[in-house]
């Protein structure tokens, strides 16, 4: 079975600072995906960034990065120069490489973005 | 946007009711999905389809069955709806390839009395 853990209920950073979304995870597969959602207060669920338990370079897009970890099962999203409209829910989340997707979320974290 | 349509939005029903929620894809996708979001558990996945006529069980099955007759539809059915079963359901849908990622409905609040 796998298992997503994310031990930071809620953070709170100041504009245009960096953060850095923790995230464990657990699984006996020895291939898996690594995934990351945010959900705004609106409550749809946005994509942003995919990082393959195979895949040698920590993945990029824009300003969110993958800080992957493989041997110490981390899986770590890091927002720089963050936004107002980052503030957000953050849900880690994992599925096997093979057949469906089916995805394992974490409980999630509140991203609150000060002014 | 993904195209994908939930229905309904919200609905509000009564314990021991029959409940039945929709969900539309315009993408033919192979993958579709169900989950539902609680306070403090994130989504959890219900059911899910491999494709037409081709269903299994996520990790919290009961009390819920799926139907899938066509490549864009994925019904999610509450045969006797509980108060437990109070959520927001998210549909989503996914292709074959591993790094491409799932795109969700907006969701469905359900609220049972």
């Known amino acids: 079975a796998q298992k997503i853990t994310q031990t930071q209920p809620g953070m709170f950073v100041q504009e245009k600072e960096a953060v850095t979304l923790d995230c464990t995870y657990d699984?006996?597969?020895?291939?898996?995906?690594l995934f990351w959602y945010k959900q705004p207060s609106s409550g749809e669920m946005i994509f942003l960034i995919y990082?393959?338990?195979?895949?040698?370079q920590n993945a990029t897009e824009g300003r969110y990065s993958l800080n992957f970890q493989k041997a110490r099962k981390s899986a770590n999203l890091v927002i720089s120069a963050s936004q107002l409209g980052d503030s957000a829910m953050y849900f880690c989340?994992?599925?096997?490489?093979?057949?469906?997707?089916?995805?394992?979320f974490g409980q999630g974290t509140r991203l609150t973005i000060n002014p | 946007d993904a195209g994908i349509t939930q229905s309904p939005r919200h609905k509000v029903t009564e314990t021991g009711t029959p409940v039945t929620l929709r969900c539309h894809q315009t993408?033919?996708?192979?993958?579709m999905y169900w989950y539902r979001q609680d306070p403090g558990h994130g989504l959890r996945l219900i059911h899910y389809?491999?494709?037409?006529?081709?269903?299994d069980k996520g990790e919290v099955s009961d009390g819920y069955s799926v139907s899938r007759s066509k490549t864009e539809d994925f019904l999610l059915t509450l045969e006797s709806a509980t108060s437990s079963q109070t959520s927001v359901y998210f549909c989503?849908?996914?292709?074959?390839?591993?790094?491409?990622?799932?795109?969700f409905g907006d969701g469905t609040r359900l609220s049972i009395l």
């Open positions: 993408e033919n996708h192979r993958y």
């Open positions: 990082q393959g338990s195979y895949d040698q």
């Open positions: 989503a849908i996914s292709e074959i390839l591993s790094n491409q990622p799932q795109h």
């Open positions: 699984t006996s597969d020895p291939s898996y995906g």
């Open positions: 989340a994992m599925s096997p490489i093979q057949g469906a997707q089916k995805l394992v």
């Open positions: 389809s491999y494709g037409v006529k081709d269903t």
